[in-house]
């Protein structure tokens, strides 16, 4: 027996030490009580003022107590169920999970490889990819339907995605009547809304806006969600050198102010709600003025933010699995690899856009597929390496001896699969094998793994009359939404 030791050191990284945490962490409780944040909900306002804020018109500038109290407030952990009772998403520092993001207005098409608009259809094939990968998590949409009302989009894209998955899903909504849709779906499934409270369906997934803004109806859409038991995902970040400082210091502070406001917001509105927060921190390019989701800089900075979380016992929303390639290549593969490492190593909570290319425009399913498999990687790489009598295998080493083989040893047949990770796309036969095999490229292998799943994988079919509940209550929403255009 040895005192304070443990078999398996999983492998991470930090990226700011405790006394530079300590220093951005003051640094935006001084930004939040001088500069403050424009606060564009009445209620809210409301709120931060009975606390004890100083509020300015829309402008409130918020004393430390109030974020202080809110971090105190806000549970460490909590957990997103999927319909079937066994995919879940507990909710907590350190723990991480991907998933991909939503509202991209391109998607390539699996089987003509077009870039086209994103349509009806298109998030249901997306759940159903993400329901028979093992390493995607959780289930966003990949894409803002087109071809419908288009204050609706988010309600059908969930319908479809709840549909194709038992995984969880996290949708998003524009206003806060499609929020009550989300919620009506979502009961349809799960029978009642008690059933709901004691098993969140869903994480309703919102944003602040940089820098430094909370609109009015993302408040109000994720004050409702939270009055009806719904975990909430708020999140923002803004970009190096345009909407934030371009220093990356600067940058971490005008993210966490928004975060923190966001957070102490919605505390004072409902104390211990579940609220994960989280950011987008992009780098401007140099060249163009837009955001380079794919620059090193995204992951650096959500890794520091990720450290920040830690450090105050927040879960945290990251990035990783994006590109700004605009096609399956090189390039995508290049900077979603390190994103995925990297979001592993520092142990954000959800990781979502994975599957984002062209500065988050497309969804491609393509670029979902081969994520996958990265992340498959990465999380053997963060299962570490267990040291222990057997592992260490003294007395198999001494049987074998001095120019033996271990290939043949029950040892090594009981303990190889666990040990050693196989891969689903990556070629590893030699060049005769592969030459006989057709000379497949990796997209080509992509490719036939994605037709494979659509074309055979069968998710597991809604409760009886859910499908027709949820077809009443998108009717529904389009009468009410034609009655407002009258």
């Known amino acids: 027996m040895y005192a304070n030791y443990a078999p398996l050191q999983t492998p991470q990284f930090r990226v700011l030490s405790d006394e530079q945490i300590e ?7 001084e930004c939040l009580s001088r500069t403050g944040v424009n606060v564009l909900n009445e209620e809210a306002r409301h709120l931060l003022a009975k606390a004890g804020a100083d509020v300015d018109g829309v402008r409130v500038r918020i004393p430390p107590h109030i974020i202080q109290d809110a971090i105190a407030a806000a549970p460490r952990s909590f957990t997103i169920w999927g319909r079937d009772g066994r995919h879940a998403l507990h909710v907590v520092p350190d723990k991480v999970y991907y998933g991909p993001g939503p509202t991209c207005t391109y998607f390539i098409d699996p089987y003509t490889g077009e870039r086209r608009p994103t349509r009806r259809g298109d998030p249901g094939m997306t759940a159903l990819v993400c329901d028979a990968l093992p390493n995607i998590d959780y289930v966003m949409s990949l894409g803002l339907i087109s071809d ?5 989009a988010s309600v059908y894209e969930y319908a479809e995605m709840i549909a194709n998955t038992t995984k969880p899903v996290l949708p998003w909504a524009f206003q806060v009547d499609q929020v009550k849709d989300l919620y009506a779906i979502a009961l349809a499934v799960t029978g009642s809304a008690e ?3 004691r098993r969140p369906l869903f994480g309703f997934f919102s944003t602040w806006q940089s820098p430094l803004i909370h609109t009015d109806h993302d408040l109000e ?3 409702w969600a939270m009055e009806h038991d719904i975990p ?5 970040g803004g970009a190096a050198g345009s909407t934030g400082p371009v220093t990356g210091a600067g940058l ?3 993210y966490l102010a928004g975060a923190l406001s966001g957070l102490a917001i919605l505390q004072l509105k409902k104390r211990g709600a579940p609220v994960c927060i989280g950011g987008v921190p992009e780098p401007m390019d140099l060249r163009t003025g837009r955001p380079a989701y794919g620059g090193p800089e995204m992951s650096l900075y959500s890794a520091a933010m990720s450290d920040i979380s830690r450090y105050l016992g ?3 929303m990251g990035t990783a699995g994006a590109s700004e390639a605009k096609v399956v290549d090189q390039q995508a593969a290049i900077e979603s690899t390190f994103q995925v490492l990297l979001s592993a190593l520092s142990g954000a909570t959800l990781v979502h856009d994975v599957g984002f290319l062209d500065c988050a425009d497309i969804g491609s399913l393509e670029m979902l597929v081969m994520n996958d498999e990265i992340i498959a990687m990465t999380r053997r790489i963060m299962r570490g390496i267990e040291v222990t009598d057997e592992t260490i295998m003294l007395d198999l080493i001494d049987q074998v001896g001095p120019g033996g083989e271990f290939m043949s040893a029950v040892e090594t047949a009981k303990l190889c699969r666990t040990e050693i990770w196989i891969p689903t796309l990556m070629d590893r036969d030699p060049w005769v094998n592969w030459e006989a095999a057709g000379s497949l490229t990796m997209l080509d292998r992509i490719q036939r793994k994605l037709h494979r799943i659509l074309e055979s994988h069968k998710p597991v079919p809604l409760p009886d009359g859910a499908a027709e509940k949820i077809q009443q ?6 009468a009410r939404e034609r009655s407002r255009t009258k």
Do not use: D, M, W
């Open 23 to 29: 220093k951005l962490f003051q640094a935006t409780l």
């Open 148 to 152: 419908v009302t288009h204050t609706l």
């Open 195 to 197: 059933a709901f409270r």
């Open 221 to 223: 859409n994720v004050f």
């Open 232 to 236: 909430v995902i708020y999140i923002g």
């Open 252 to 254: 971490i502070v005008a």
């Open 314 to 316: 927040l879960p945290f």
């Open 473 to 478: 209550i998108l009717e529904a929403a389009e």
